[in-house]
Every structure is written in C-alpha cells, then in structure tokens.
C-alpha cells in the first residue's frame, strides 16, 4: 500500500542501520580493549569463569611473595650455618694441635686463645642469622611456614638450631683449651658437631631447593593461568579487524537504503500533477 503516513521500507531500513551501528560499536570496543568479553552483560557465564581465574592469579602473587621471602630466609640460614661448619673445622684444628703433650704453656694458652674466639664468633653469626625477623638457627627457634598456593595452604620448613651447648654443637659457651687432655676430649665433641651441623645444612639445603621449585612452579601456574584467562576473553584483533571494514561498508549502504526508502514518498507527488 501507498502511504505517505507510514513508510514501512523506511522502517526496516532504519532497524538494520541500528543494528550494524550496534554491531559496529561492539567491535571498536573489542579493538580499543583488546577483549571480546569487557563485562557480564558481553557474556555473563565466561566472565564470571574468567573474573574467578583473575583473583585466583591475583592470589598467587601473594604466594610468590611468601615463598620468596622464605628462599631468602633458608639461604641466610644456610649461608651462617657454612660458616659455622667452616669454624668448627678451624676449631677442631686448634684443639687437636692443643691435645699435644709437648706443647708448652705458652704455645697452648695462644691455640686456646684463638679456639674461644672462633667459638665467640659462632654465637654471634647465629646472633646474626636472621631475615624478615626470622632466625632458624637460634635457641627454640620456630620452624619457618610460607604460603603454598592460593588456598592457603601452608609450606613448612623445620628450624636447625645451631647454638653452642644444644643438640647439635655440644660444645659449651664456656668451651677452652685448658690442658691436653681437654683439648683431645674436646676434639671428640667438635668431631660430633660438625657431623651433626653437616647434616642440618644438608636439611636446610634441600628445604631451600625444594621451596625454590614450588616457586617457580606457582610463577608458570600463574602464567598458564593468565594465558587461559586470555584465552577466554581476548579478541582476535585480525578477525576484529576484517569485520570492522565490513559493517563500515554495511553502515554506508544502510545509510544510503534509508535515504532511498525515506524518498520513496516523494514519488507519490507525481500521481497528483
């Protein structure tokens, strides 16, 4: 029907520019943002999968950070305790030459003088042996946790105490070099001492290697998790691209059918001349 009340072409024309403009705007939005999914109401379901895997990457920056602090922990640890090895060995040497018989007064009192300043500097790098706060190698130290994943599941690293008169050093504060027969006595305790302070490096070492891989497990976690998040929500530019080019086409020729579709009427001022 000829009307000049209702334009019935003009009308689908003008639906089907709305909606390449529409179109049109969704794809400069996908290529200003990088994302084909900026929000729940592009697709709630992936967003929501997507928003859930982001605060779990999220999380595992805290756990990266936790477990580098206790790398740093265990390595300080470790570091002292070499030197305390390297000074129960230095120890040993002193005590054994002071178990000599034939050494005079003099000779002895000098190894003893030297013997309780390597013990003196014992007790001062344990003093030292701390990171964040944390000592591992002090009288009741604590054993060391860190975080493991983004649960919260906790990482523990057991504490090696390494002080003079313990389980491990059976040496006293007050150990010297008073005579022979102490100093041969004495090599026996630094022989066990340095058995048992091998043995704790030998525990912290592998706790240090073992934190270290959980670290960088949680670091390519995070990143295949990152990658996975993009997987789901980032835009394909190139595919963006060729349809941007396609309805900028589309949106010229719906402007031009509306403009045909809006001067359609003006054809019935003919049927009245």
Known sequence: MNSVNTNVGAMIALQQLNRTNTE???VQSRIN?????NSAKDNG???A???NQRATSSSL????ES???AVSTVDVALSAGESISDLLLQMKDKALAASDTSLDTAARSALDADFQSLRDQIRKVIANAEFNGINLLKTAAASLTALANATGTKLTVQSQVLALGGSKITITNGAALSSASVASTMVGLLNTSIANVSSSLSSLGTASKSVTQHLEFVGKLQDTIDAGVGNLVDADLAKESARLQALQTKQQLGVQ???IANGSSQVLLGLFR
């Open 33 to 37: 943002t990088g994302k084909r999914i």
């Open 257 to 259: 059918a509306l403009a």
């Open 24 to 26: 049109l705007q969704e």
């Open 49 to 51: 999968i997507a928003q």
């Open 61 to 64: 920056n805290t756990v990266k």
């Open 67 to 69: 477990l580098s602090r």
């Open 45 to 47: 379901a992936i967003w």
